[in-house]
């Protein structure tokens, strides 16, 4: 997507008013450099006189508000001002705190903004904003926040003539990368480095003991952040949601309980990826090489077979809880069998999770200055631009431009366009080429 194709105006008469308050807000999973994104935005904001609020968790106490809990300063909101913001940039976790409460979980299509039950938790976000005096709403966040910032905003052209509008304007965050709309997300490269010490940790560990680590990394759509820590961490093999969908997937039937309705879903072929990975351990052991680390990004859970999801549990955008399934666990014990069918003798194989260590690290510099022209450029599309709607954005040399919603959100179901890594691209052919295994 080129600049000049997504800086199309995406104004409202909302956006002409003058903004003299700003809402900050922060949902979803944390992300390194979340501080940089939200004391620059802020620090930004106050140049013009305009007063900032911090939303504290998400949207967790938006949708309490009401006639007998009104919104409280210190509870409910936080004033940023220099004296809170100061040294802050280069700062661990997120001042504001946040949260995964999805206030437009009920809305799934553009004709369930006309339902008033369907809104009722938009409406209350409204309402709790606009007791405070909120022009405008910065949302940071990922593809669920993105999603629910553009709801917020078609909500509003239903409002009754004459409502006071709110512009919104949202920063993109994920350490997974799998962001439509920009190169890359702050935090990734830090994740990445976080995740790829821990790699080579394991890789060390390994070679003394002769022995695997199958590593569980986290990317729940795509695989950026598997193979960016599998490549920088020097794995011994990577695999990712983007490799089901090129050779490893079959299909399963399957019956819902409660329906009895039947249907056919994609899955893993597991199998086949046991094969990739025990051909894997037998190409080093001819080279040498006794020992391995095999990183594989968990959203692969997704593609169990439904009988290694009986029980599991999801969020309140229906994701499901992948950390629960163990990914990595169910494969060692496929794996281990499988070494032993093919060379009668066992092998120790450890499999663990990697990823919550990395959303709080110490950002690193190019993070801070990413986040920190994230943060500009909110300012920028409310205040110099007078934009609404649109997820902030940079290109080339941190240049900054200004993606609508529309470009970015599925028009029948409001959801979010996941960006994949594309098979034969340079950057997946690189972590195939770092690889010592023969792929078919």
């Given at each position: 997507m080129s600049a000049s194709a997504s800086t199309a105006p995406?104004?409202?008469?909302?956006?002409?008013?003058?903004?003299?308050?700003?809402?900050?807000?922060?949902?979803?999973?944390?992300?390194?450099?979340?501080?940089?994104v939200i004391s620059t935005a802020a620090a930004a904001f106050h140049r013009d006189g305009i007063e900032v609020l911090g939303i504290m968790n998400g949207y967790s106490h938006?949708?309490?508000?009401?006639?007998?809990?009104?919104?409280?300063?210190?509870?409910?909101?936080?004033?940023?001002?220099?004296?809170?913001?100061?040294?802050?940039?280069?700062?661990?976790?997120?001042?504001?705190?946040?949260?995964?409460?999805?206030?437009?979980?009920?809305?799934?299509?553009?004709?369930?903004?006309?339902?008033?039950?369907?809104?009722?938790?938009?409406?209350?976000?409204?309402?709790?904003?606009?007791?405070?005096?909120?022009?405008?709403?910065?949302?940071?966040?990922?593809?669920?926040?993105?999603?629910?910032a553009n709801k917020f905003k078609m909500?509003?052209?239903?409002?009754?003539?004459?409502?006071?509008?709110?512009?919104?304007?949202?920063?993109?965050?994920?350490?997974?990368?799998?962001?439509?709309?920009?190169?890359?997300?702050?935090?990734?490269?830090?994740a990445v480095e976080t995740l790829a010490g821990e790699i080579r940790n394991l890789l060390a560990d390994a070679e003394a003991t002769r022995g695997y680590f199958i590593a569980e990394c986290m990317g729940r759509s795509a695989g950026w952040l598997a193979y960016g820590a599998a490549i920088a961490g020097e794995a011994s093999l990577v695999l990712s949601v983007e490799?089901?969908?090129?050779?490893?997937?079959?299909?399963?039937?399957?019956?819902?309980?409660k329906t009895g309705v039947t249907s056919t879903r994609k899955i893993m072929d597991i199998a086949k990826v046991v094969d990739i990975i025990t051909k894997l351990m037998l190409a080093r052991e001819a080279a040498g090489?006794?020992?391995?680390?095999?990183?594989?990004?968990?959203?692969?859970?997704?593609?169990?077979?439904?009988?290694?999801?009986e029980g599991a549990k999801f969020d309140e955008h229906g994701h499901l809880s992948?950390?629960?399934?163990?990914?990595?666990?169910?494969?060692?014990?496929?794996?281990?069998?499988?070494?032993?069918?093919?060379?009668?003798?066992?092998?120790?194989?450890?499999?663990?999770?990697?990823?919550?260590?990395?959303?709080?690290?110490?950002?690193?510099?190019f993070d801070v200055i990413l986040g920190s022209q994230l943060g500009v450029g909110a300012y920028r599309a409310l205040v110099e631009n007078g934009l609404d709607g649109v997820m902030v954005s940079c290109s080339g040399q941190l240049n900054l431009y200004y993606v609508p919603f529309e470009t970015l959100v599925d028009p029948e179901t409001l959801v979010t366009v996941v960006r994949f890594i594309q098979g034969g691209s340079d950057f997946h052919r690189l972590a195939r080429f770092l690889e010592n295994y023969p792929h078919d």
């Open positions: 995406a104004t409202s008469p909302a956006t002409a008013r003058p903004i003299r308050r700003v809402a900050i807000l922060f949902a979803g999973g944390p992300a390194p450099a979340a501080n940089a938006l949708v309490e508000f009401g006639p007998d809990n009104a919104m409280q300063e210190g509870r409910d909101y936080v004033v940023l001002d220099q004296a809170r913001l100061r040294r802050t940039r280069n700062t661990r976790g997120i001042m504001i705190g946040t949260a995964r409460t999805n206030p437009g979980k009920d809305v799934a299509h553009p004709s369930h903004l006309g339902d008033a039950k369907r809104t009722a938790p938009m409406k209350t976000v409204y309402e709790a904003l606009r007791s405070l005096g909120v022009d405008a709403l910065v949302s940071i966040g990922g593809d669920d926040t993105l999603k629910t909500f509003q052209d239903f409002l009754p003539e004459g409502s006071k509008r709110i512009a919104v304007v949202h920063v993109p965050k994920t350490i997974d990368n799998d962001y439509r709309g920009i190169d890359f997300t702050f935090g990734y490269f830090t490799d089901v969908e090129e050779k490893l997937s079959a299909e399963e039937t399957v019956t819902d309980p090489k006794q020992f391995g680390v095999v990183v594989l990004a968990e959203g692969l859970a997704q593609y169990l077979p439904a009988s290694y999801l992948l950390a629960s399934t163990n990914l990595a666990k169910t494969m060692v014990k496929a794996i281990e069998a499988e070494y032993k069918k093919r060379t009668g003798k066992s092998k120790r194989i450890t499999g663990l999770q990697l990823g919550y260590e990395a959303r709080c690290a110490q950002p690193h510099a």
